[in-house]
């Protein structure tokens, strides 16, 4: 797990809910995340700002924010392929999202 912990702490990794929203977030070395959701109502152009946690659990990290995936956890696994690093469901299918450190 710590293996894990080690390497998931300081990502930031972008990408668009399943609704479209585009969103980002950021893993802290205490366990908690930052989300930065953009709003899709009023006023627009507004970035929804919200903390969380992440915990690493067999070779993954999982994330949960109230507004991301309905309060549900996350827990993609993150690959690297040398320098370049991708996020998978737990399956290994490819998710739409763009992870850096």
Same mark, same amino acid.
């Given at each position: 797990? &710590?293996?894990?912990k080690?390497?998931?702490?300081?990502?930031?990794?972008? +990408?668009?809910?399943?609704?479209d929203v585009? $969103?980002? $977030?950021?893993?802290?070395?205490?366990?908690?995340?930052?989300?930065?959701?953009?709003?899709? &109502?009023?006023?627009? +152009?507004v970035?929804?700002?919200?903390?969380?946690?992440?915990?690493?659990?067999?070779?993954? $990290?999982?994330?949960? $924010?109230?507004?991301?995936?309905?309060?549900?956890?996350?827990?993609?696994r993150?690959?690297?392929? +040398?320098s370049?690093?991708?996020a998978t469901?737990p399956?290994?299918?490819?998710?739409?999202?763009?992870?850096?450190?």
């Open positions: 797990k &710590s293996d894990v080690d390497f998931a702490t300081g990502l930031t990794v972008t +990408g668009r809910r399943q609704d585009p $969103f980002k $977030f950021h893993l802290n070395p205490d366990m908690t995340a930052d989300l930065e959701l953009d709003r899709t &109502s009023e006023p627009n +152009g970035v929804y700002r919200e903390s969380g946690s992440w915990r690493a659990e067999n070779y993954r $990290f999982c994330v949960r $924010f109230q507004h991301f995936k309905h309060g549900q956890e996350a827990c993609p993150i690959v690297k392929q +040398g370049k690093l991708y469901h399956d290994g299918q490819p998710l739409n999202w763009t992870v850096t450190r």
